[in-house]
């Protein structure tokens, strides 16, 4: 069993305020738990509105399954549109 940790180092260009982040964060997070069964959470840049920090756990039985699931997130929050990944570290625990 692999426990995998994502965190994801996020801009958001287009927020004018923290409301405006938290309302991208939400939709995010929400999708991320209903499409992949994972646990996620802001774990850094609360009180910022232009930057943030987003951590994802899941459980997979094997690394190659770990992967493809890392991508499909991966492709997902590129695909929002509406924050843009600046960093991103991974750790198999």
Do not use: C
């Not at 549109?81 to 625990?93: F, N, Q």
């Amino acid at each position: 069993m692999i426990v995998r940790l994502l965190v994801f180092h996020l801009a958001f260009p287009e927020a004018q305020s923290l409301k405006d982040k938290r309302m991208v964060l939400r939709s995010v997070k929400d999708r991320l738990r209903t499409r992949f069964n994972v646990s996620v959470a802001e774990t850094g840049g609360q009180d910022l509105w232009g930057r943030g920090e987003l951590s994802v756990v899941y459980l997979s039985p094997d690394v190659a399954q770990a992967d493809a699931v890392e991508s499909r997130i991966d492709r997902l929050l590129d695909e929002s549109g509406r924050l843009v990944i600046s960093h991103t570290r991974r750790e198999d625990l």
